[in-house]
């Protein structure tokens, strides 16, 4: 009887193990993170990466500010007046290079232009300018 046992035991143990075994393993479903939402100026098909990417080399870099000086923490939200204001300067930097300068000078590099936020900001929060009296005559 005991012998009975333990062979039940034993194929039931190895029925188990054998379909656990077989069983495939589902691979983890990796998310792909939502899309940007209340784009208005940067093209609608862009990924977050990709506007992150520019956010940081534009405006981190041309303003010296970080993502909280424009967004809070629904990025697409547009709570903070300085957006707006990114949206128009950023509309004219795009003006400026598409259209004034189209056919000045040498062309800029590609993937570059040559008027930036950084042409006028120089990494600071309000654009530097040249001071009043225009040389001192």
Excluded at 18 to 25: D, K, L
Excluded at 32 to 55: C, E, G, I, R, Y
Excluded at 65 to 87: F, M
Excluded at 103 to 131: F, I, M, N, W
Aim: with cysteine.
């Amino acid at each position: 009887m005991r012998v009975r046992v333990l062979l039940g035991s034993f194929a039931i143990f190895t029925l188990t193990l054998v379909t656990v075994v077989a069983r495939p393993i589902a691979a983890p479903q990796a998310q792909a993170p939502p899309s940007p939402h209340n784009l208005q100026v940067l093209p609608k098909d862009w990924t977050n990466q990709q506007v992150v990417t520019f956010m940081r080399s534009t405006f981190t870099v041309g303003l010296g500010v970080q993502c909280t000086y424009c967004h809070v923490a629904d990025r697409s939200s547009d709570e903070i007046p300085k957006k707006g204001i990114a949206r128009k300067m950023l509309a004219m930097e795009m003006a400026i290079n598409d259209q004034f300068l189209k056919d000045v000078g040498e062309p800029a590099p590609a993937g570059q232009s040559k008027v930036t936020c950084y042409t006028c900001h120089r990494g600071a929060e309000k654009p530097l300018t040249a001071p009043a009296g225009g040389g001192g005559h």
